[in-house]
């Protein structure tokens, strides 16, 4: 490669890379893997120490993203820096010498900035570039965790990750209405969620700021207090723990630890609630870190630590192409099943056209096969690379054409028939499933079959089936038990209540929550949904204009509104509010934690509460009402974030006689 064809290498590099990390901070999207970006940037970084180039605006120099158009722009009082990173524990160990250490979790989610003035919330910003971000202080009251006020009058300025928890980010996907692709994962949708224009959208996706960093703490002058704070970064924690934020999970390490450390957080990992793509290790000593520097992009007192995936070379038998509702065709590489992280896999995702091609992926090539931040499969690499994989030319449900969209250089295969069947089988998907009219039994596949045979058209037909006995009793894989069955979950669902047919609907943006809302309060009375103005609509607490009009365009489409009210011949609505339920808990917030004596389980205490007017969360914040749980005198960490918070910790006892 002579000098002129390395600088066209190194400016397509550095220009895939913009545009990667433009889609992923600023429009919550991936375009490619984290494999292939790391990848991409060290033969970037590779070139242009070998030819002395370097790109109009290179990622090796600049440390962000550029900050999105719609929100105010804000400076950083102090410009943020990348961390340089290793996957080497042995590298890591000697990056810390003989010094002391702190190794904590190095958090997947959207890095922001807090300020704070005379004890008091004054702004957030997030990262954007490290020089400017975005002002955000509007979305900060709506965190999880977030003191607004605190116990230290001077200024302070943290740095932390704003976060939505795995937990969270199922339940999240399993209410999401029927119109909704399911999200990706849990760092896009809190980026999104975060920077949003209307803080409701963050409070109800539980959003959390874990602090990592404590960037500046009263002026020029310290007091003893503050230099003591300042001394090492473990009381910098320990104080912010001590005035409200939840810090970082951290270990104290040396050079006799330290490797038996990233062990344990290895183990950890896999089970642990919070997202992370790896370690960061910062030495204890805050005055030697900040005597090292920093490099034009990176700080010299820390250091990155990145999983090593454990990888595994296999053959690709099969891409399938899985129709979506929204007609995008999504590829999934199906190959020999291989061991990772101390599971076996056999599929992974593709994502997209652009990918496939980039892997130049062919039947039977020998690929390799990892787990992304040890959890999310992946193809790392196609070491044949046949590049003849033939991209389908139909829709595999319907038969339609399918075209090629070109989105920013993004390749991605659909399907445009709107009458496709796809979106009417994750319509019924959706109408059996648990949250909805709770029919066991009923697969996918079922419903495919039921479709494709004409047995049913619309919900009602289900209740219905009744009449194809013969049919489907002869249909392979089925026979006289498993219609019995198919026939008793039916019946069994008959009798319901009224959330469970408005979110069976596929409403758009209609799902559990929102249909809980509403069943609510019409107190179970599903004519007055169906005809409910648009301004009612509009002033019920979460459910704001945009619902509103999907709600009140669905009862006005003359087709929707007969399949509901053809499914209404056919089911009972339990009247009034249902397990003897009231509204004594109207307007307030629970959460439960620790074992139970007098509920079976969790979801049944939720939806006692939820019945009786109320409402819960996973974890406890200034939004808060009671904590349950029956040991009130324990010590763990929610009980003591209720004292902090003055949240009242109530037993099953005291909460059973709250609502009697």
């Known amino acids: 490669m002579n000098k002129t064809e390395a600088k066209k290498r190194i400016e397509e590099i550095n220009s895939l890379l913009m545009k990667a990390s433009e889609a992923y901070y600023n429009e919550d999207r991936e375009i490619m893997s984290n494999f292939e970006y790391d990848k991409l940037y060290d033969e970037l970084k590779a070139l242009e120490d070998e030819y002395g180039i370097k790109a109009e ?50 958090l997947d989610g959207l890095t922001i900035v807090l300020t704070y003035e005379d004890g008091k919330f004054k702004s957030g910003v997030t990262r954007g570039n490290g020089e400017i971000g975005e002002d955000i202080s509007n979305n900060i009251p709506a965190f999880t965790n977030v003191p607004l006020k605190i116990d230290y009058k001077g200024h302070l300025v943290l740095r932390g990750e704003a976060i939505i928890t795995y937990s969270d980010f199922n339940k999240i996907n399993d209410e999401l209405g029927v119109g909704f692709e399911k999200y990706k994962n849990p760092r896009n949708l809190c980026s999104g969620s975060v920077r949003q224009l209307d803080p409701n959208v963050t409070k109800k996706r539980n959003v959390k700021l874990v602090i990592f960093s404590l960037v500046e703490i009263g002026g020029s002058k310290k007091t003893k207090d503050e230099e003591k704070i300042n001394a090492t970064f473990e009381n910098q924690m320990n104080y912010l723990d001590k005035i409200g934020f939840e810090t970082v999970f951290r270990k104290k390490v040396n050079k006799n630890n330290i490797l038996d450390t990233i062990d344990f957080y290895a183990k950890d990992v896999v089970t642990n609630d919070y997202p992370s793509d790896g370690l960061v290790l910062i030495y204890n000593d805050i005055a030697y870190g900040v005597s090292l520097g920093a490099t034009s992009k990176f ?23 899985s129709p979506s509702r929204t007609g995008l065709i999504n590829p999934v590489a199906v190959f020999d099943t291989v061991e990772l992280e101390g599971t076996n896999v056999s599929r992974a995702s ?10 130049k992926l062919g039947i039977g090539d020998k690929i390799k ?42 390749k991605t295969l659909m399907c445009e028939n709107e009458d496709c069947p796809v979106k009417n089988t994750k319509g019924f998907e959706n109408f059996v499933s648990r949250n909805c009219m709770d029919i066991e039994g009923i697969s996918i596949a079922t419903i495919e079959t039921f479709l494709s045979k004409g ?13 194809y006995k013969d049919e489907i009793v002869g249909l392979e894989g089925f026979g006289e038990k498993s219609y019995k069955n198919i026939i008793d979950a039916i019946d069994k669902s008959r009798d319901t209540e009224c959330f469970r047919v408005i979110n069976s609907l596929g409403i758009l943006g209609i799902g559990t929550a929102n249909a809980k ?42 087709k929707k509104r007969k399949i509901c009210e053809n499914l209404l011949k056919e089911v009972k609505i339990k009247k009034g509010r249902s397990g003897g339920g009231s509204a004594k808990l109207q307007g307030l917030t629970f959460v439960i934690t ?6 079976e389980n969790r979801d049944e205490l939720v939806k006692v509460i939820e019945e009786n007017g109320g409402k819960t969360a996973s974890s406890v914040s200034k939004n808060t009402n009671y904590l349950i749980n029956n040991d009130t005198a324990s010590n763990s960490t929610k009980n ?11 037993s099953e006892d005291d909460f059973i006689k709250m609502i009697k």
């Open 57 to 106: 605006k290179s990622l090796t120099e600049n440390v962000g993203f550029t900050a999105a158009e719609f929100l105010p722009k804000v400076r950083h009082e102090k410009p943020m820096l990348s961390l340089d990173k290793t996957k080497d524990k042995e590298i890591l160990k000697g990056f810390l010498g003989d010094k002391e250490g702190v190794l904590s979790y190095k």
């Open 299 to 321: 700080p010299r007192n820390a250091l990155a630590f990145k999983w090593q995936d454990e990888t595994a070379e296999t053959t690709l038998r099969l891409v399938e192409w």
């Open 350 to 359: 593709l994502h997209n056209v652009s990918i496939i091609e980039e892997l």
């Open 369 to 410: 096969v990892f787990k992304a931040n040890m959890i999310i499969p992946q193809v790392e690499e196609n070491l044949t690379k046949s590049d003849n994989l033939e991209l389908p030319k139909n829709c595999p449900i319907c038969g339609s054409k399918l075209v090629i969209k070109n989105n920013d250089g993004v």
């Open 455 to 467: 047995f049913i058209k619309e919900y009602a037909d289900l209740y219905k089936i009744s009449k």
């Open 517 to 558: 809302i509403l069943a609510r309060h019409y107190n179970n009375d599903i004519d007055k949904v169906m005809n409910a103005r648009l301004e009612e609509l509009k002033e019920i607490n979460d459910i704001g204009p945009v619902l509103a009009k999907a709600i009140v365009d669905y009862f006005n489409d003359k």
């Open 594 to 599: 620790g074992s139970l004596k007098h509920f």
């Open 640 to 650: 003591k974030k209720a004292k902090e918070l003055g949240v009242k910790i109530i």
